[in-house]
């Protein structure tokens, strides 16, 4: 599912506290030609939006210390960031009645098909 690389990179923010789906995930995207950042929870999470001025995609696990993914999600709503910060949730055992935020757009189960993955982040980041 190659696609052709656009002028500008499309970028997208892996926040897993499991460094291997963070490896994983980031290298997928990356030979697909999108900027990927990474974070272990979700403050890091907010630290590396900060710095962006651009409109980024979001990839979040729920289960994570310090900040969780749905501590992450409350406090994007709560900063007025729901259009710059699409967000695909990966989880296994999340519901979407659960993910009541206007910013999450899919609920990826874990394990997930990475083709699966790359379709929801294309669309996302049109």
């Known amino acids: 599912m190659t696609s052709p690389l656009p002028s500008t990179p499309r970028t997208v923010l892996v926040v897993d506290d499991d460094p291997g789906i963070r490896e994983s995930v980031t290298e997928v995207l990356s030979s697909e ?10 403050e ?3 630290r590396q939006l900060e710095g ?15 900040m969780s993914g749905v501590e992450l999600l409350a406090e994007l709503s709560r900063r007025g ?5 699409p967000v ?3 989880s296994a ?7 009541d935020f206007p910013q999450v757009v899919a ?13 929801w982040v ?5």
Do not use: S
Request: hydrophobic share 50%; aromatic share 4%; charged share 30%.
């Open 33 to 42: 030609g999108y900027r990927v950042l990474e974070a272990a929870d979700g």
């Open 44 to 46: 890091e999470a907010l």
């Open 52 to 66: 962006l001025a651009e409109r980024c995609l979001v990839l979040l696990d729920l289960a994570m210390p310090r």
């Open 81 to 85: 960031q729901i259009h710059r910060t």
């Open 88 to 90: 695909v949730v990966m």
């Open 93 to 99: 055992n999340a519901q979407m009645r659960e993910l």
């Open 107 to 119: 609920l990826l189960r874990k394990p997930f098909e990475l083709e699966e993955l790359l379709r």
């Open 122 to 126: 294309d669309v996302c980041t049109r």
